[in-house]
């Protein structure tokens, strides 16, 4: 049995009970109260001094896309951007660190804040003939420059797909925004990443999250994340307690594997299967 006495400082817990010390075996709460008095029911427990700080019940997030938002980190952000064109200078700089034949990605961008959605020429001005697939900041529209449209098969003759909209100018011609289902079509062209750079981003993402409290999740993602999640378990290194939720495009497959939910363990399990029936505000 490991025990371990946390100490020095001030720890609160969700029913408003407080104290100095806190003492934990397996993983489980088992008093919290004076350090006093914790200390000689302690034991061999390992001790941890707060050093004053303050101790509180983790965080558990029940809606993420939790590999989704690690591999970003490493990705062009413009969340910041005020304007268009500010946007437009740091996906300048960032395309100019990549490989000439690499994918400009990430965004995050908030085109309420410019007041109009961007167009493919204006990426086309800064991406170096590089292709770029930038998400909007809630995720459900991309802007995507001239190249990117070509990957992804998509001009004047392209249709909206059903449950998407591919936005088009005046003339017939794509603007760079895809809406919604017509996301796909972008996401498609995009290359995955691999099974290493997916454990590679929980790794990252994992040790961002602590450090922001969180930890547990409800993760809303495709099967390449569950299965970097299995890495990072079978090897001793998950650190948070994950939730995977089943895309319903996905549920043949899950099926076939013999997944149910509930499988698992109190670290990673099936969970709930994701049907997405609507739209967001953020692409109208």
Avoid at 11 to 21: E, Q
Avoid at 194 to 212: F, I, N, P
Avoid at 246 to 251: S, V
Wanted: aromatic share 6%; net charge negative; glycine share 14%.
């Amino acid at each position: 049995m490991r025990a371990l006495l946390f100490h020095g400082g001030r720890v609160h817990v969700g029913d408003g009970t407080t104290g100095d010390a806190l003492l934990a075996r397996d993983g489980r709460v088992v008093a919290v109260g004076r350090g006093v008095d914790l200390g000689r029911e302690a034991g061999d427990a390992e001790r941890i001094d707060l050093r004053g700080g303050l101790m509180v019940p983790g965080w558990c997030d029940a809606h993420v896309h939790f590999m989704w938002w690690a591999i970003q980190r490493t990705q062009v952000d413009l969340r910041d951007a005020a304007t268009v064109d500010e946007a437009l200078g740091l996906i300048a700089t960032y395309a100019a660190a990549l490989p000439r034949t690499g994918w400009i990605l990430g965004g995050r961008f908030d085109k309420n804040r410019w007041g109009r959605w961007p167009t493919a020429q204006e990426l086309d001005r800064v991406s170096g003939g590089r292709p770029a697939a930038l998400r909007s900041r809630d995720g459900h529209s991309r802007w995507l420059n001239s190249h990117a449209l070509a990957l992804a098969g998509i001009d004047a003759r392209t249709l909206s797909p059903a449950g998407g909209e591919i936005d088009h100018a005046a003339d017939g011609s794509p603007t760079g925004i895809l809406k919604e289902n017509a996301n796909w079509l972008a996401d498609a062209a995009v290359p995955a990443p691999t099974a290493e750079e997916c454990v590679v981003a929980l790794r990252r993402g994992q040790a961002d999250a602590w450090a922001r409290g969180l930890v547990g999740i409800e993760d809303l993602e495709a099967a390449n994340a569950f299965d970097a999640f299995r890495v990072l378990h079978t090897s001793g290194a998950l650190g948070l307690r994950v939730v995977m939720g089943t895309p319903i495009g996905e549920l043949d497959a899950a099926l076939a594997e013999g997944r149910r939910t509930g499988d698992g363990d109190e670290w990673l399990r099936a969970g709930h299967l994701k049907i997405f029936t609507d739209g967001a505000l953020g692409s109208q």
